[in-house]
């Protein structure tokens, strides 16, 4: 069993920047894939970005790639999520996710994690 916290989400401008951080319990942190995804009102879930359970392979959505960052610590059982030029449509509730050894074909699709955290919201004023 592996429980997800995140925090870090809050109101910030247009080109501002945020740091998400998901922090999970459980002794087996280093064997998950950790992704994080977002939704916004009326809009589906859908896929921000991962990083694998080696740590050695990092996947971003084309809508953020080369704004956001994502690293674990797995000495602290926390993955984050760097957020910089923020822009209005990134605004949504961010969850961070957990899916056992997942494989790159499957490190995007929300179906495939084990765990989720309960969200942190992330607004941006233009």
């Known amino acids: 069993q592996v429980q997800l916290v995140e925090s870090g989400g809050g109101l910030v401008q247009a080109g501002g920047s945020l740091r998400l951080s998901c922090a999970a319990s459980?002794?087996?942190?280093?064997?998950?894939?950790m992704g994080w995804f977002r939704q916004a009102p009326g809009k589906e879930r859908e896929f921000v970005g991962a990083i694998s359970w080696s740590g050695n392979s990092f996947y971003y959505a084309d809508s953020v790639k080369g704004r956001f960052t994502i690293s674990r610590d797995n000495a602290k059982n926390t993955v984050y999520l760097q957020m910089n030029s923020l822009k209005p449509e990134d605004t949504a509730v961010y969850y961070c996710a957990a899916g056992y050894r997942l494989s790159a074909t499957m490190i995007g699709r929300p179906s495939e994690y084990d765990y989720w955290g309960q969200g942190t919201q992330v607004t941006v004023s233009s």
């Open positions: 459980g002794p087996t942190f280093s064997s998950y894939a």
